[in-house]
């Protein structure tokens, strides 16, 4: 089976900080994505890469940025946590087939920013 | 750009019985795919499961299944035989036909309670 595991469960954070959300995936999968997922808003793109040090922008990168140093690892960063920041995010990856490639997620990590 | 529309943000049905949840997509594609997942309380997303649009055919898994209408765009989820375990969030979700990119495009979701 696999599996997406991201780091934290819950993370507290304030204003000002800078962030790190970890995901890591065991299947030798090429994509990884970070989704946002706000109630009454579902879940939003945030960035995904399609390979190592590739990435490309969401639908909401603002405040958001990336990196994939190895293909098992992406790490989304807040550099300047907000208020607004405070959210669900998970992490999921997938082979790169298309649709017949479904994709995994992680457990999501709630942070809060105060 | 392609959108995916819940209509229904909450929904309940009693045990054992049948419940439909929705989802209307607008998009210009035309191959694609379309999902379900679903989330319960331990927040895991679960695919349901899967709709390629170019089969005519709708897809089951057991107790789920879906009415694809290509033509008018809608994609609704049937639970048949619902059990407790089904109470959860349901996304409806659009995958654009592209190797290599796999992005989904979500609804808002709609959250399913199922009673005993």
């Known amino acids: 089976d696999v599996k997406v595991t991201q780091s934290s469960r819950y993370l507290v954070k304030r204003t000002g900080e800078k962030v790190f959300l970890e995901c890591v995936q065991d299947?030798?999968?090429?994509?990884m994505f970070w989704y946002r997922q706000d109630p009454g808003l579902g879940l939003r793109l945030i960035y995904f890469?399609?390979?190592?040090?590739?990435?490309e922008k969401g639908d909401i990168p603002e405040g958001y940025s990336v990196s994939r140093e190895k293909k098992e690892r992406f790490s989304l960063i807040l550099e300047s946590a907000s208020t607004n920041q405070t959210s669900m995010y998970l992490c999921?990856?997938?082979?790169?087939?298309?649709?017949?490639?479904?994709?995994?997620f992680g457990n999501g990590t709630r942070l809060t920013v105060t | 750009a392609q959108t995916v529309t819940q209509s229904q943000p909450e929904m309940s049905v009693q045990e054992a019985e049948t419940v439909t949840l929705s989802c209307t997509y607008d998009?210009?594609?035309?191959?694609?795919?379309l999902f379900w997942y679903k989330q319960p309380p331990s927040r895991q997303m679960i695919l349901v499961i899967r709709?390629?649009?170019?089969?005519?055919q709708n897809a089951t898994e057991n107790r789920f299944s879906v009415n694809f209408q290509k033509a008018a765009k809608s994609f609704s989820l049937k639970i048949s035989d619902s059990q407790l375990g089904d109470t959860a969030m349901y996304f409806c979700?659009?995958?654009?036909?592209?190797?290599?990119?796999?992005?989904?495009?979500f609804g808002t979701g709609t959250r399913l309670q199922v009673f005993p």
């Open positions: 999921a990856s997938s082979l790169g087939g298309g649709g017949d490639s479904p994709l995994h």
């Open positions: 299947m030798d999968h090429e994509n």
């Open positions: 890469s399609y390979d190592v040090k590739m990435k």
């Open positions: 998009t210009s594609e035309s191959n694609y795919y």
């Open positions: 709709q390629e649009a170019y089969k005519q």
């Open positions: 979700a659009f995958m654009k036909h592209a190797w290599g990119t796999d992005k989904l495009i």
